[in-house]
């Protein structure tokens, strides 16, 4: 038989256990986690620019010897010695970020040298990784890289095998030049990339005077530079969002007008550059939203579209009618499509050790502190480099003059050891001069340990004169690049003047024109009012696809279109369709929005042109927001509450409202528009039925539930509401009900069953 134990009696020797609130744990938990993400995964550095998995690759890539003058290796390689030593997330993150490194339409100033399909800017994914080969950047490789064994903390990999560098020596503001998006636990960050040349010019301005404003550095960097071109269009807007750190972007693409060459030549809108929040997917979504306009009649002036895209760049063409308004054209473009589009500025990053949403000049502080540390610390290193350079060469120097001496001293010594005592401390105790004179100068020699070590691995032909001249040469080289350091180190002006030495040399090697242009352009302005009003009639089929006929087609096929279509409202093209849905939501849509299409067309999912989700619920009443306008709707549920509500309660803007308030595990089973009528008739799922006066049913807000209309059994549930009218028989299974032969009841009653 098992024996019991108590808690008591279980004893961990090594170990104690301590007890904890759950929610504590919990907390405590979570918040490790979440600041783990944020520090080591999803927000860049703001001293390099880059997050830790952009860091790791270029690193990786960089010990691997893939450098620009190298052959491109196996991108495959490359992830996994990521993978391997410093980044343990993924394969797919690592190659993702290695490919978005490599896109020149993803990144302003690639750090990669891909080879192969690394994908396109019409969103197509680069091959696998297996297929693909890479390489550094020269860029990455002189700015990013250089100097990395002489500034940065070297810190221990996830299993403490490897170092890998805290930051990277990065010598240009990363955080601007290639900007930065990434999104942590309950904050994000984007940043809009920029001209390298213009923040250069930036930088220098600010070590001139760091009292300058943002408005004055401004003039040298105007504002974002997008890899795909485009226009800022709120150019006024910009010096704000540099203050604070956030705000929006308006971009625009940009198009140019093409004249037919001929007099039977079409003329054509040419698109050539697209906002930079387009990329990817964005480019055949606007590709369709265009067709939709043209297939609706709101861009009456294009005829045809094509897309003649390739890798030489976006070239998107309109065929325009003779006498198109291109302005007209081109309001349409930026009120319905993403030809215009914001680019949402949040400027956070790790400084400090903590994430912090900084301004422009606050960038630029962090920047400079940095390299002003990593300054230090280069020069520092190569000043102790020329020390020892000196002590070694005036050594040698010394040696050359009484090189007699030294012959001496190495004939006479038994082993390395005593030759080099006699260097260091003039021991002459173990050595045997062959000839007389020496030993008293022997006793003088005082060399260091390192210049003893040099003189003993001297070669002989460096006693030749020339060689000598040589050596004394490079001692005055020495001692000036020593005076030069420490200058350096002793001056703040003078480190100010090597880094913007610096940074002009890297904008006169690596700078490019500007792409993006920046003004502030007018508001774009459509009208759909002023649209040709016409007739057309609205129809949705049972497996919930609509579209829109004119006036004509549907008058000469009344008969079909009645029997094919669940739904047919006749309204008017800038009138808008509404869906009341079991849910107790009302889905709007303007009747723009909807093809138009022929009799026989398939038209479009009503779903793609609302939020309104067919497998999930289901359309209780449609009409048109011109028929509501002075109507009122009796509204009923399936556990019998019933209002009536007034139409003006539903007139909105908003695509999506709450029609009514259901209690949990209600839905609407009926809508009907009050025409006159002065009863209702309610009808349960087991067949009863309850006739009452209309007006005992409440005028309520859309907000409330309503009144209890019908006393349900248990497991009973209404199924519908009637208002009796000029016609009051019904069809219930396969029977006529004659609604005003039922007895008049009061509303809340219990109703009975009729007869079959």
Do not use: W
């Amino acid at each position: 038989m098992a024996k019991d134990y108590k808690p008591e009696d279980i004893m961990f020797p090594d170990q104690k256990i301590v007890s904890s609130e759950i929610v504590s744990e919990m907390k405590t938990s979570y918040i490790d986690y979440a600041m783990s993400v944020i520090i080591t995964r999803a927000l860049p550095d703001v001293r390099d620019g880059l997050k830790p998995v952009h860091r790791r690759i270029l690193y990786a890539m960089h010990e691997a010897g893939m450098t620009p003058n190298k052959p491109y290796k196996k991108s495959a390689r490359i992830v996994g010695e990521v993978l391997g030593k410093y980044h343990p997330h993924g394969d797919s993150s690592v190659y993702d970020a290695t490919v978005r490194l490599a896109q020149d339409f993803s990144t302003r100033y690639p750090l990669v040298d891909g080879h192969g399909n690394f994908g396109s800017i019409e969103g197509d994914g680069a091959a696998a990784m297996r297929y693909t080969e890479a390489r550094l950047e020269k860029f990455a490789q002189e700015v990013y890289l250089k100097d990395l064994d002489k500034t940065v903390n070297f810190i221990p990999n996830y299993d403490e095998t490897e170092k890998e560098p805290e930051v990277l020596p990065v010598r240009v503001p990363n955080l601007l030049i290639n900007g930065a998006e990434g999104i942590a636990v309950g904050m994000s960050t984007s940043i809009p990339p920029h001209n390298l040349g213009e923040v250069v010019d930036a930088v220098r301005a600010y070590i001139d005077d760091p009292e300058i404003s943002t408005q004055q550095l401004m003039e040298y960097m105007p504002g974002p530079d997008f890899p795909t071109g485009g226009i800022i269009a709120n150019k006024s807007e910009l010096p704000v969002i540099y203050e604070t750190g956030a705000g929006k972007i308006k971009l625009r693409g940009k198009l140019e007008v093409e004249l037919g060459k001929r007099k039977a030549d079409k003329d054509k809108l040419v698109i050539t550059e697209i906002p930079y929040t387009m990329i990817g997917a964005g480019i055949n979504k606007f590709l369709v939203d265009i067709a939709d306009l043209v297939e609706s009649k709101k861009l009456t002036d294009v005829v045809d579209i094509s897309n003649q895209s390739n890798k030489e760049g976006i070239r998107i063409v309109l065929e325009l009618r003779k006498d198109a308004d291109i302005e007209k054209i081109k309001n349409i473009l930026y009120k319905k499509t993403k030809f215009e589009d914001t680019f949402g500025v949040n400027m956070l990053a790790i400084a400090g050790g903590r994430p912090e949403t900084l301004n422009l000049k606050g960038i630029l502080r962090n920047f400079l502190d940095f390299q002003y540390g990593n300054t230090k610390r280069k020069y520092n290193v190569l000043l102790q480099k020329e020390t020892d350079k000196k002590e070694v060469q005036e050594g040698l120097i010394t040696a050359c003059d009484c090189i007699d001496l030294i012959i001496a001293i190495l004939r006479g010594s038994k082993n390395l050891k005593d030759a080099k005592a006699c260097l260091t401390a003039g021991d002459v105790s173990n050595i045997r001069f062959k000839a007389p004179g020496f030993e008293e100068d022997a006793r003088k020699l005082h060399f260091t340990e390192r210049q003893a070590s040099a003189i003993l691995e001297m070669r002989l032909y460096k006693l030749i004169g020339l060689e000598i001249l040589a050596l004394e040469k490079e001692h005055k080289e020495t001692l000036r690049r020593i005076a030069e350091y420490k200058k350096i180190l002793g001056s703040r002006e003078e480190m100010n003047r090597v880094i913007k030495d610096d940074l002009a040399a890297i904008k006169e090697e690596f700078s490019v024109p500007r792409r993006t242009l920046i003004e502030d352009g007018p508001e774009a302005v459509y009208d759909e009012s002023a649209v040709q009003v016409q007739e057309v009639v609205f129809v949705l089929d049972r497996f919930g696809y609509c579209k829109l006929l004119d006036k004509s087609t549907y008058e000469r096929n009344q008969e079909t279109v009645d029997t094919e279509q669940v739904h047919v409202i006749r309204c008017l093209n800038t009138d808008k369709i509404c869906l009341f849905a079991a849910s107790g939501s009302l889905y709007q849509i303007k009747a723009m929005d909807v093809p138009a299409g022929k009799l026989r067309d398939k038209g479009v999912p009503i779903e793609n042109l609302s939020k309104y989700d067919g497998t999930k619920d289901s359309i209780v009443y449609l009409t048109c927001a011109q028929d509501l306008k002075g109507a009122t709707l009796v509204f009923a549920t399936k556990m019998a509450m019933v209002k009536q509500v007034p139409a003006e309660e539903f007139e909105t803007n908003n695509r999506m409202v709450a029609a009514t308030k259901l209690q949990d595990g209600d839905q609407v089973v009926s809508i009907l528009p009050v025409e006159g009528q002065e009863e209702v008739v309610l009808q349960t799922t087991s067949g009863v039925f309850l006739r009452f006066p209309l007006e005992e049913i409440s005028v309520l807000k859309k907000a409330s539930r309503g009144v209890r209309g019908i006393k349900l059994a248990k497991n009973e549930e209404l199924e519908k509401l009637y208002l009796i009218g000029d016609n009051p028989v019904i069809d219930y299974k396969g029977k006529e009900v004659h609604m005003n032969r039922l007895k008049i009841a009061k509303r809340d009653g219990k109703g009975s069953k009729v007869r079959l």
